[in-house]
């Protein structure tokens, strides 16, 4: 059962990206995260939203969708999802070193964000667009019972 949401929309602008990562670690508070689940949260919501930014919308503007989710048990899960290009093959995308820009672009995004989350799922369609689904169980380092 849901115990809180929030839903957010914004442009894919590049520093919308550190405000959506600040807003998703003020929403997580309530859940009392450890300082390293924090963190954790924080880098795989920014290499979601980047992504967004850089590869979805490439040299345009467009729209970035953040939804966070509580549940009972702990856990949070977030959807940021756009409506740019899309994926073309998913699974060569989440490959560590993959990336469709070059420069200095390391091609980690999707690595990172398994890496911190406990799962991790994207759907996307060529040229609709792409949603990111993170989820993540929160510890509880308190008995909240007595």
């Known amino acids: 059962m849901i115990k ?11 520093f919308n990206e550190s405000f959506v990562r600040a807003t998703v670690a003020a929403f997580v508070l309530q859940l009392d995260p ?32 953040i939804t966070a989710e509580i ?22 995308a989440m490959e560590p070193l993959f990336t469709t820009v070059g420069g200095e672009r390391a091609g980690l995004g999707f690595a990172v964000m398994q890496s911190f989350m406990d799962t991790i799922k994207v759907r996307s369609v060529v040229g ?11 510890s509880q380092r308190f008995n909240v019972n007595g």
Request: with cysteine; net charge positive; proline share 0%.
């Open 34 to 65: 450890t300082i390293e689940e924090i963190s954790d949260i924080k880098t795989a919501v920014s290499e979601a939203v980047t992504n967004c930014i850089v590869h979805a919308y490439k040299e345009k503007l467009g729209n970035i969708y």
């Open 4 to 14: 809180n949401k929030f839903t957010m929309t914004l442009q894919s602008r590049s």
């Open 128 to 138: 609709k667009g792409t949603t990111v689904y993170l989820t993540k169980k929160i």
């Open 71 to 92: 549940y009972d048990n702990n856990t949070l899960k977030i959807k940021i999802r756009d409506k740019g290009c899309g994926i073309e093959n998913i699974s060569k």
